[in-house]
């Protein structure tokens, strides 16, 4: 029975070596609670203003430019100067852009509170002027705005296709090339999602095929850059090629070409010729790869490993188990795959499958006119019409965009609340060399990861600190949700924006002055932007920093710094309790001090192995127990029958007792040998067990 035993342990300790590990959640080496948060000025829009006091701010937007930070909201855009003091927030600067349609909103069944004008567009259309799109009563429309004063600048214009007609529905745009490139809703029911280009100079107007959901279904827009010869969208829709399953969503990178004029008056006539899409693979490897298949929220494009990339957090299915993970992608990499082959379905009943190369007309669709494969055209309009007709039924791309290191370079799934959104700054510290990630949750943290991005390099990610941002004294207006919208990174003032719906807080990107004089806190916090001067106290990096100065970021020798600021701590006991409960501060232990935890692989062997060996004893004990009791009866059974004991039925009498002895009396008559086996397996079960001594005694 013993081997079969040790053969199942060793198995299973095979197979716990042998399958690959899940990524675990990483712990914080430093937590700031809300009663820090306290501290960080924030936002709330015009208290005065009885819309605001009563619904909040109704944040839209974000918009950084230079020295000002643009925060748009409901009816107003405010204006705030970055280099101002850090001790508030005031806007320096407000535009006021109410709705005239409020009757006209309510008459079409809408609630008065959604018949106003939220600024859904905010983006610079040159160095001086600012292009704004609103709601308005749900009949959008739009007007340039002028930097310096934020006064209108010329007429209105109709707002349809270039912002929705609601706050809650998805839309990205932006300036490329004197056109305009937005991607919404274009009709009051949210039926009819487009990419559009408009308001360009002798550029035709284009969209995508209505109704078609080969180009878009149900898609949610959360991104858009310009990049090369091309303009890219970065959203999540339903999955047409995975419609077997249900609805499911992937996230999607769509590209068109910025000098894409339309096709021809036989095929696509002002719709996009260039229009491709490609899947983003933001997984974790292994026997079967774990997705996060949609995404939330997106950087610009960014040096990664001195490549051109974007940094996305992505989430899992609204219907699945609740995780988040943050993945980077190559931008050559994205072109790499528009290059590569096409998915086709062949019917509507048939699975989605490759399309031969033979099958690909020349020039190759997706091409831009007078480049590359089409370099002999001087226009789209001049495709062939099985160019164009392939574009149009087949816009997919086969192969999914692989993310760097072809995994993510961080994870979180034993949290409930998911990531929302991410800033990244890629030159943090005073060398410029570290990748820094600021993402924003659904339950009103941030999480600073130092992210590990090369393959090569010699440490791994590390989650910095989790900062519980959310002040409900100031953002809570009317039982709002801690969903963070937004975030902003102001490196030249060592600051991030983190914006809810009715407030917007400031937050330092390091706090490295609680540190104080203690060395081992301050190195072992891992933080680029925390320094060990020479002159013994922490203090703030800043860029191009090249005193004196001590700082680990990537090894964590946290064992041989001396523990000088221990006596300092255990002195000052008092002292640092009410600092750090004050500044909402959790001192964690020290990584030395929790040398002592077990690998839960170790554990496991360990339990399996006491497992066997404790069998394996009970077994033994038992076993010699008992034949020493069959023994003492087999022995008892041979004296009856050679006449030695007394007749069946019979009991032993006592010997007279002799003159002058005391008489002893009589020994108790021993028990049966079955109620005698009994006893043994008691009292070997009562060796193996000590615990239960007094449980056998009682």
């Known amino acids: 029975m013993t081997l079969p035993l040790l053969a199942l342990a060793a198995g299973l300790l095979s197979v716990t070596a042998m399958a690959t590990p899940f990524p675990k959640d990483l712990e914080p080496i430093n937590i700031v609670t809300r009663q820090r948060s306290y501290l960080y000025p924030g936002f709330q829009g015009l208290i005065p203003d009885n819309d605001t006091a009563r619904l909040g701010l109704d944040f839209q937007r974000m918009l950084r430019i230079s020295h000002t930070l643009y925060i748009a909201a409901r009816d107003h855009v405010f204006a705030v100067n970055l280099s101002a003091s850090a001790e508030q927030i005031i806007p320096q600067q407000k535009l006021t852009w109410k709705t005239k349609d409020v009757e006209k909103c309510t008459v079409r069944g809408k609630n008065s509170d959604e018949c106003y004008n939220y600024i859904k567009v905010l983006v610079p259309r040159n160095d001086e002027t600012l292009f704004a799109c609103g709601t308005n009563a749900f009949n959008p429309t739009c007007r ?57 100079e002798g550029s035709p107007v284009l969209r995508t095929v209505k109704y078609d959901s080969k180009w878009l279904r149900e898609p949610h827009f959360l991104h858009a850059i310009e990049y090369g010869n091309y303009v890219y969208f970065f959203l999540s829709e339903i999955a047409v090629e995975y419609t077997a399953l249900g609805k499911v969503v992937f996230s999607r990178v769509a590209r068109v070409c910025k000098n894409d004029n339309g096709g021809s008056p036989r095929v696509l ?76 379905q062949k019917s509507s009943e048939s699975a989605w499958t490759t399309v031969p190369e033979d099958q690909v007309p020349n020039p190759r669709p997706g091409t831009c006119a007078g480049d590359g494969p089409a370099s002999s055209y001087k226009s789209s309009t001049t495709f062939p019409d099985d160019t164009l007709a392939f574009i149009k039924s087949y816009p997919l791309m086969d192969e999914a965009v692989p993310s760097v290191n072809d995994e993510p370079c961080f994870t979180r799934t034993t949290s409930r609340y998911k990531l929302t959104q991410i800033a990244v700054d890629t030159s943090a510290g005073p060398y410029r060399n570290h990748t820094v990630l600021f993402l924003g949750s659904e339950d009103g943290r941030v999480l600073k990861v130092l992210a590990s991005n090369h393959p090569n390099a010699s440490f791994t990610s590390q989650l910095l600190e989790d900062i519980d941002v959310f002040n409900p004294s100031m953002c809570n207006v009317y039982g709002e949700d801690k969903r963070i919208l937004g975030l902003e990174l102001d490196k030249e003032n060592h600051a991030l924006f983190v914006a809810f719906s009715s407030c917007v807080i400031r937050v330092p990107l390091s706090r490295c002055s609680d540190y104080g004089t203690c060395k081992k806190s301050c190195l072992s916090s891992r933080d680029p932007y925390c320094i060990w001067l020479k002159t013994g106290s922490c203090a703030t990096a800043t860029p191009g920093f090249r005193a004196g100065f001590e700082q680990d970021v990537e090894s964590s020798r946290v064992a041989e710094y001396p523990d000088s600021c221990h006596d300092v701590l255990a002195t000052t006991r008092k002292q640092n309790t009410a600092a750090d ?117 009682l």
């Not at 930097?147 to 929705?164: H, K």
């Not at 494009?301 to 980077?328: D, E, H, K, M, Y």
């Not at 990584?591 to 404790?614: E, Q, R, W």
Request: aromatic share 10%.
């Open 144 to 200: 340039n705005y002028k930097m310096s004063t934020l006064e209108q600048d010329g007429e209105e214009v109709v707002g349809q296709a270039r912002c929705p007609f609601e706050s809650h529905q998805s839309n990205v745009g932006l300036f490329a090339g004197g056109d305009f490139y937005s991607a919404t809703m274009t009709d009051f029911l949210a039926s009819d999602a487009v990419i559009y280009r408009s308001l360009g």
């Open 269 to 344: 006539e002002r719709y996009w010729t260039s229009f491709l899409k490609a899947r983003l693979n933001c997984s974790v490897p292994g026997d079967s790869f774990f997705y996060f298949d949609v995404l939330q929220s997106l950087s610009n494009v960014l040096q990664i490993n001195g490549r051109p990339a974007v940094v996305g957090a992505f989430t899992t299915q609204a219907n699945s188990i609740t995780g988040s993970a943050v993945c980077a992608f190559y931008m050559d990499d994205v072109e790499r795959v528009f290059s590569g082959k096409f998915k086709e």
């Open 581 to 697: 409960s004050a500044y909402g501060v959790r001192r964690l232990p020290d990584p030395d001090k929790s040398s002592s935890s077990v690998h839960y692989t170790l554990l496991i062997a360990c339990v399996l192995v006491a497992f066997v060996l404790g069998a394996f004893l009970s077994g033994v004990l038992v076993s010699c127990y008992c034949g020493q009791g069959g023994g003492r009866h087999r022995a008892g059974g041979r004296g009856r029958a050679a006449g030695q004991g007394p007749r069946d039925g019979a009991a032993p009498r006592p010997l007279p007792a002799q003159p002058g002895q005391a008489q002893r009396p009589a020994r108790p008559p021993a028990p049966p040998a079955g109620r005698q086996d009994g006893r043994v397996l008691a009292q070997a079960l009562h060796l193996l067990h000590p615990q239960r001594r007094r449980a056998h005694a």
